[in-house]
């Protein structure tokens, strides 16, 4: 059975600290990891998709990496704004649906 | 081009009430999906079509049906609300270039 797991549940982080969130992923088979960034109230706003492993993507103060059995999504030198939920999920080939992690709930002091 | 669109924002019902929460987008796209998200869970999926007229279950469909007639427009159907129902259900779109998008969210209470 596909499966993500999202660590850790929750990180706080002072402005400027960077750090790095982990999805580990069980999946027949990677079509594609998705990156998406939630807002409270709002739905997933999409980040990266990445397709095989060493593949890195970055954006703005984002930058995710891809291995066979996990993925990171790093936050360098982050800012309040960057407070958010980040979810991950992955697809398998032949199969429509996404596989979702529960998310990791990030916020940033100043 | 607004995307995504989902409607209510918000409902309160009572169980055994039915009731069509409304989702579209304009960026002509062949996949659509419904997903729920529930706290300490991620999004599951319920149903999903690839195309008009081409629906298929998710992982959690029971209680809920849906309908392509267009390709725009991607409804579901709660057939006899009950409370293990409340939920946030998020509408979802993309194109086979996998990139997919969200709606904002119908925030549903079953009392």
């Known amino acids: 059975e596909d499966q993500v797991t999202q660590s850790p549940e929750a990180l706080r982080l002072q402005e400027g600290e960077s750090s790095s969130l982990n999805c580990s992923y069980t999946?027949?088979?990677?079509?594609?990891l998705f990156w998406y960034r939630q807002d409270p109230g709002k739905g997933p706003e999409f980040l990266f998709t990445?397709?095989?492993a060493g593949e890195e993507k970055e954006k703005e103060r984002l930058k995710a990496t891809l291995t066979k059995k996990e993925s990171f999504l790093h936050i360098t030198a982050p800012k309040p704004e960057d407070s958010a939920t980040y979810l991950c999920?992955?697809?398998?080939?032949?199969?429509?649906?996404?596989?979702f992690g529960t998310g990791t709930r990030l916020l940033v002091s100043p | 081009n607004a995307g995504v669109t989902q409607t209510p924002k918000f409902q309160v019902l009572k169980t055994g009430q039915s009731m069509t929460l409304q989702c579209a987008q304009d960026?002509?796209?062949?996949?659509m999906s419904w997903y729920r998200q529930d706290p300490g869970m991620g999004l599951r999926l319920i149903h999903y079509?690839?195309?008009?007229?081409?629906?298929d279950q998710g992982e959690v469909p029971n209680g809920y049906n849906v309908s392509r007639s267009t390709t725009e427009d991607f409804p579901l159907r709660l057939l006899s609300a009950a409370p293990s129902q409340t939920s946030v259900y998020f509408c979802?779109?993309?194109?086979?270039?996998?990139?997919?998008?969200f709606g904002p969210g119908t925030r549903l209470l079953v009392l």
């Open positions: 990445l397709y095989s």
């Open positions: 079509s690839v195309g008009a007229g081409i629906t």
């Open positions: 979802a779109s993309r194109s086979n270039l996998e990139t997919q998008y």
């Open positions: 999920a992955v697809q398998a080939p032949g199969f429509q649906k996404l596989v």
């Open positions: 999946v027949s088979g990677l079509r594609g």
């Open positions: 960026m002509n796209h062949e996949y």
